[in-house]
Each structure stands twice: as C-alpha cells, then as structure tokens.
Nanobody, 115 residues
C-alpha cells in the first residue's frame, strides 16, 4: 500500500517562504499525477499544484507565480516551494498521488501564516 508522508509545515510570516515535502513509499513515476491540495477551516479543499508523470505542472489561480512544485525521483519526493506567502495560504496541505483507479492521500500538514 502506498504511503505518502508530508513534512516541512509550520509557521511562516506573511511574505516569507516555506518548502513542503511529500515522500512516497513507491517510485513517484508510478503515479500519473502527484500534487498538493489544501483546506482551510470552513472552506472546501482546493487544488494547489500538481505535476504529472511527464513533468507538466498545474497551479491553482491563487498561488500561480508564487508557488512551485517540483520533484526528486531518486528521493521519491515531491516538493512545494511556497514564496511570498499570504495569510490566505494558511491551511492544512495534503499531498496526493493518483493512478487511474485510485488516489492516495497523505495525512496532511499544517501551514500557519502569522506575523
């Protein structure tokens, strides 16, 4: 069974940077798509960024130009580099990995934005 483990969350100041990591128990090129969603209190889960097996990336409108998703195959890890963080970025961030028949989720990691 695939396991995804997020790390790197925590407290960041507005305008600051943070890097999230998602380590997979399986070869990340096994998945069609990997990426990040987030959910803030009282809001629906929304797509933050994704990267497909071919390396094509996709970003949510609110993070485009500020966040970057990238991967390290040998480390079986994807990353979310968060720059110029805004208070609205505060949420629980979830890593996911998708194959045609299944989506696997990480446990989620908290990002808090506060001065």
């Amino acid at each position: 069974q695939v396991q995804l483990v997020e790390s790197g969350g925590g407290l960041v100041q507005p305008g600051g940077s943070l890097r999230l990591s998602c380590s997979s128990s399986e070869n990340i090129f096994f998945f069609n798509v990997m990426g990040w969603y987030r959910q803030a209190p009282g809001k629906e889960r929304e797509l933050v960024a994704s990267i497909n097996v071919g390396g094509v990336t996709n970003y949510g409108a609110s993070v485009k130009g500020r966040f970057t998703i990238f991967r390290d195959g040998p480390k079986k890890t994807i990353y979310l580099q968060m720059n110029n963080v805004e208070p609205e970025d505060a949420a629980v961030y979830y890593c996911y990995a998708r194959v045609p028949s299944q989506v696997t989720w990480g446990q989620g990691i908290q990002v808090t934005v506060r001065s």
